[in-house]
């Protein structure tokens, strides 16, 4: 597994229909949208009224969405485990507490390999809680500094859909040798890199929205503010000892910002539809 988690939204990838219903459902203020203005969205992104109506009916299948009216669709918080990290990204640096040296460990060799969309499930949960591999043990790693310890990751990592047979617990007195080659795991190299990115590509958008026509000024901020998000929802939370958190910090002021924009230009793209 990479150290950066694939995202939905990346450089030159348009988003499928289930990822924008999903998107906009979960950051639209009035976190209700009619079909009519879900379609107009998907229109807006290069995606035909059809395909969002088959997105929609199989993401309320699947209980992923509800329908509170007729024609309307609303987000069902019980049926995707990711909704408490999209709305909680802003608080995101609240959930890391000082680093006493430990950490925490998942065993999963006793996890079967062959039940691939499950296994993908259990990969998921452990990088989204910046979990890495130590040298092909079956033992998985990540500095414990988040709020709650061990027991807390435990139920998250459950939530998210750690596979049953994995096991957690609390690590110490790692070898030199072995806490050298976990900590070479996380990329913050890269990491940092891929925060600046980003970040002074929201500088760029942010000067020429109002210049763009409505539609594809919502567009865009929706493509950019959603792949900057990912970006902070998958941060490992790492301690100033592994990684400093200032590029992480200024992302996530910038979004914030960008967000405010962003959701004006949607009300206003809905409306005018």
């Not at 259990?122 to 043990?137: D, I, K, Q, T, Y």
């Not at 435990?154 to 072995?178: H, I």
């Not at 941060?235 to 914030?256: C, K, N, S, W, Y």
Request: charged share 25%; net charge positive; with cysteine.
């Amino acid at each position: 597994m990479s150290n950066m988690v694939k995202l939905s939204y990346i450089e030159g990838m348009e988003p499928t229909a289930s990822d924008l219903v999903l998107d906009l459902l979960s950051t639209h203020d009035a976190r209700e949208l009619s079909i009519a203005a879900l379609c107009r969205a998907g229109e807006a992104c290069g995606l035909r009224p059809q395909n969002v109506r088959v997105a929609v009916n199989r993401l309320l299948r699947h209980g992923k969405i509800t329908s509170p009216a007729r024609g309307i669709y609303a987000l069902n918080p019980q049926g995707n485990s990711l909704i408490e990290d999209v709305r909680n990204w802003l608080r995101k640096e609240q959930q890391a507490v000082a680093w006493d040296g430990g950490w925490i460990g998942v065993i999963d060799a006793a996890v079967p390999r062959r039940e691939k969309v499950a296994w993908r499930r259990h990969e998921r949960a452990l990088a989204l809680r910046g979990f890495r591999a130590l040298a092909n043990s079956g033992l998985w790693l990540r500095p414990d500094n988040l709020i709650g310890g061990v027991a807390t990751v435990r139920e998250d990592l459950k939530r998210l859909g750690m596979a049953p047979a994995a096991r957690v617990f609390g690590v110490s007195a790692l070898s030199g040798q072995d806490e050298a080659l976990i900590r070479a795991q996380w990329d913050t190299r890269a990491m940092t890199s891929a925060y600046e990115t980003i970040g002074q590509r929201l500088r760029t958008s942010e000067a020429t929205l109002d210049t763009l026509p409505l539609a594809q000024a919502a567009r865009d901020s929706l493509l950019l503010g959603r792949a900057a998000i990912r970006l902070i929802i998958h941060d490992p939370l790492l301690p100033e000892a592994l990684m400093g958190g200032d590029a992480r910090h200024r992302l996530i002021d910038q979004v914030r910002a960008y967000q405010v924009r962003a959701k004006a230009l949607w009300a206003r793209f809905l409306e005018d539809g």
